[in-house]
């Protein structure tokens, strides 16, 4: 089954401690990217990749890493987590450079910094 | 830049009757737009997609789409809703500007359908 898989689902952790999130896709898609959701925002983008070893800023990359290193997995690193990064997080992945590919979206992360 | 907007933060509709999620966009050049629903600790899953063509598109579970160029609009619509459709939407709109890569979202409807 194709499909884009997150872990954690949930995760709380304190103010300063690294986290890493996983997202693992198995089309072999060459676009993968992250978005974090919070009410009243819709989803904004964090990053974004286009294969491996290419990664760019998205619109809110501010506290974020990312790494590509193989071109299934696509993990998002927060080097010390703050409050204000308390969000649902999505990766998804893009078959192409088509502009009429959609995007295929993991279940998502609930992340709760305290 | 891109941009979508969707006007309604909640959509109340009765089992059986017609559902219109409203989106509205700003773009420079062609729109290429998408429908995606967001099921309670679910994942956004793919409903429907705009790139060319037919200005009425039809996309999963019933839903369809008409894309408007003169009122730049692209609703969500479905003849007879279900309760099973109760669920967050966005509508989406490919940027461009910055590769074909990001989307950029509506805020979000959540659509409630009562019994």
């Known amino acids: 089954e194709a499909q884009v898989t997150q872990n954690p689902r949930y995760l709380i952790t304190v103010t300063g401690k690294k986290l890493t999130v996983t997202c693992s896709q198995n089309?072999?898609?060459?676009?993968m990217s992250w978005y974090r959701q919070d009410p009243g925002l819709g989803l904004r983008q964090i990053y974004y990749?286009?294969?491996?070893?290419?990664?760019d800023k998205g619109d809110v990359p501010e506290g974020y890493k990312v790494s590509r290193k193989e071109k299934r997995n696509f993990p998002l690193i927060l080097e010390s987590p703050s409050p204000n990064q308390t969000s649902l997080y999505f990766c998804?992945?893009?078959?192409?450079?088509?502009?009429?590919?959609?995007?295929?979206f993991g279940q998502g992360t609930r992340l709760t910094v305290v | 830049a891109q941009s979508v907007a969707q006007p309604e933060d909640q959509v109340n509709v009765a089992e059986g009757n017609p559902l219109t999620v409203k989106c509205t966009y700003s773009?420079?050049?062609?729109?290429?737009l998408f429908w995606y629903v967001q099921y309670p600790n679910r994942g956004l899953q793919f409903l429907l997609k705009?790139?060319?063509?037919?200005?009425l598109v039809k996309g999963s579970y019933g839903f369809e789409a008409e894309f408007n160029k003169s009122q730049t609009s692209f609703h969500l619509k479905k003849p007879s809703a279900l309760v099973s459709d109760s669920a967050l939407y966005f509508c989406?709109?490919?940027?461009?500007?910055?590769?074909?890569?990001?989307?950029?979202f509506g805020t979000g409807t959540r659509l409630l359908v009562s019994p």
């Open positions: 998804a992945s893009t078959q192409g450079e088509g502009v009429n590919t959609e995007a295929f």
């Open positions: 089309m072999n898609h060459e676009y």
């Open positions: 990749s286009m294969n491996v070893e290419v990664t």
């Open positions: 773009v420079s050049g062609n729109p290429y």
């Open positions: 705009y790139i060319t063509g037919d200005n």
């Open positions: 989406a709109v490919r940027d461009l500007n910055t590769g074909f890569q990001k989307l950029v």
